[in-house]
Nanobody, 120 residues
């Protein structure tokens, strides 16, 4: 089993910055990709940013130039700058995990989420 624990959410004003962190722990062989999704009230969960184990990144158009995803081993970070009201959401960490050396399949795991609220 794999556990993902997020931290760093909070309440801040528009234009502010925040850094989210998420660490994967447990028993596994490899993590291919880690990243962040978010879900605002009344909306579907959407991709924010992902990063692979070769440092290839992908961003939602709405956050390009403002958010930066990075990764150190089994910890993924999301640096969020120039925050806007529409960035308010619960942010979920995700990891694409290969659980054992004997299996080539990967499983997606999710954290419980951390709330980010942008308000004046």
């Amino acid at each position: 089993q794999v556990q993902l624990v997020e931290s760093g959410g909070g309440f801040l004003q528009p234009g502010g910055s925040l850094r989210l962190s998420c660490t994967a722990s447990g028993s596994f062989f490899d993590i291919y990709a880690m990243g962040w999704y978010r879900q605002a009230p009344g909306k579907q969960r959407e991709l924010v940013a992902t990063i692979t184990n070769t440092a290839s990144t992908d961003y939602a158009d709405s956050v390009k130039g403002r958010f930066t995803v990075s990764r150190v081993k089994n910890t993924v970070y999301l640096q969020m700058n120039s925050l806007k009201y529409e960035d308010t959401a619960v942010y979920y960490c995700t990891a694409n995990v290969r659980e054992s050396i004997s299996s080539w399949s990967y499983t997606d795991y999710w954290g419980r989420g951390t709330q980010v609220t942008v308000s004046s």
